[in-house]
């Protein structure tokens, strides 16, 4: 079933690194020293969390606060001149299994600012709205799926130019019949449209068009790349919402390394999305900032590394994370009551597969408080072995990113957590 599904994978050296940006990389457990995490049920004031009406109205308000000002910034509500172009509105697809769906959404009132592809394709079966897994992507729309009928659009390339889509990188490809086979609907759209994933991207992405007069960056708590690639996955909800043939309440978002954070990130700000798999996000994603393994804050937020992918105060945690006032099992516990699954590799060593199981065990107590099963276990598990319930982990034998084999674990946990069965 999963011999044509994306693939995002990075070649994993033998020997990790020892050392980036200067900074020394530890890969030993016996020196990721001790640490205590925030207790997701505790107030600021010290008091616990005892209800679901205590965590809604007070406890998860207070940490998606945090998050905002000390990691991923601040991000504006829905723009007020946002249009639609739906240049293809249904057109039959893969021997009519689908029907294919393309929207350019501007993001202003100026048609020549920033624009975001949408590609849909439901289920042309479907006998009633359909649920949709929403990727975003590293590549073009055109180069996810082997569809003639798929608009080019360009890409970013290497010179931080804009190219079209055949002469930039292609990441992975999406098969995109099993999903319909399972009942899914599936949409992707490009990172890059929303925000250049670069140093000195800022004037062109959505974040330009949020500056006040004289501002030439945003403020130290305001958003980052990432974020701002959140906000672009919101809008793509605010459409398909408009969308009788798919159904709003069950759209999954799906992203890989620093999109894994993304989509953690949107799904923990964003609670209209139904459920979030997360690949390989590791740190400022899933894994544990506190422990000292693998990449860190300070790895992160080096000059000429990603600080432009956070808010300029996360850097202040580089070398003083046990002030950071959140952690990974925070980020994780925002996605509760609804479904998580954290995808990992055992041999991607930088981005902390260990962390990303730890984090979820720590979230289990915001899932029990909310009726659902979090992973519920222990013990790390084994590379290939599927633990877990509402929330899940899964870890390949293998480095960074999404194998094939993974997508039917991904189908798996889906069906379970959100009743779809598959279609003759």
């Known amino acids: 079933m999963a011999a044509g599904f994306a693939v995002y994978t990075v070649a994993q050296t033998p020997a990790p690194p020892k050392e980036v940006a200067g900074i020394p990389v530890n890969y030993d457990e016996a020196l990721v020293g001790h640490y205590t995490l925030p207790d997701p049920l505790q107030l600021a004031n010290g008091k616990k969390v005892g209800d679901a009406k205590t965590w809604y109205q007070k406890r998860r308000p207070e940490i998606v606060d945090l998050f905002e000002e000390n990691q991923l910034g601040r991000s504006p509500g829905p723009p007020a001149h946002i249009s639609y172009d739906a240049f293809d509105p249904g057109t039959p697809a893969f021997d009519g299994k689908a029907i294919r769906k393309q929207t350019t959404i501007y993001f202003s009132g100026d048609k020549t600012g920033p624009k975001m592809d949408l590609l849909v394709y439901v289920p042309a079966n479907a006998r009633g709205p359909s649920p949709l897994l929403l990727n975003i992507s590293f590549s073009a729309n055109s180069t996810i799926v082997d569809d003639p009928g798929v608009k080019e659009g360009t890409v970013w390339d290497k010179d931080h130019k804009r190219v079209p889509a055949q002469q930039g990188r292609a990441i992975g490809k999406v098969d995109v019949l099993p999903l319909l086979a399972a009942g899914f609907g599936f949409a992707t759209v490009y990172y890059g449209d929303i925000e250049p994933d670069f140093e000195g991207g800022l004037p062109y992405g959505v974040r330009a068009l949020y500056l006040k007069p004289g501002q030439t960056q945003p403020a130290p708590d305001e958003w980052g790349a990432i974020a701002a690639w959140s906000w672009g996955l919101s809008r793509a909800l605010d459409y398909l919402e408009k969308d009788s043939k798919i159904d709003a309440k069950r759209v999954v978002l799906y992203g890989a390394s620093r999109l894994g954070k993304t989509v953690l990130w ?5 609670t209209r999305f139904a459920a979030v798999i ?80 730890l984090a979820a065990q720590g979230a289990d107590p915001v899932y029990a408080l909310l009726g659902k099963q979090g992973v519920e276990t222990n013990e790390w598990p084994p590379a290939g072995t599927l633990v877990g319930h509402t929330l899940g982990y899964y870890m390949h034998a293998g480095g960074h990113g999404t194998l094939p084999a993974d997508w039917n674990v991904f189908l798996q946990f889906l069906k379970a957590q959100l009743g779809c069965r598959d279609r003759p």
């Open 266 to 270: 949107t799904g923990a700000r964003d």
């Open 278 to 357: 997360a690949c390989c996000s590791g740190e400022g994603g899933a894994a544990l900032s506190r422990r000292n393994y693998g990449e860190t804050i300070a790895h992160l937020t080096a000059p000429g590394r990603f600080p432009y992918q956070f808010c300029a105060n996360y850097g202040k945690f580089g070398q003083r994370v046990d002030q950071f006032p959140v952690d990974a099992n925070l980020l994780v516990a925002l996605m509760a009551p609804r479904p998580l699954l954290l995808q990992t590799g055992d041999t991607d060593y930088w981005s902390d597969p260990k962390g990303e199981f």
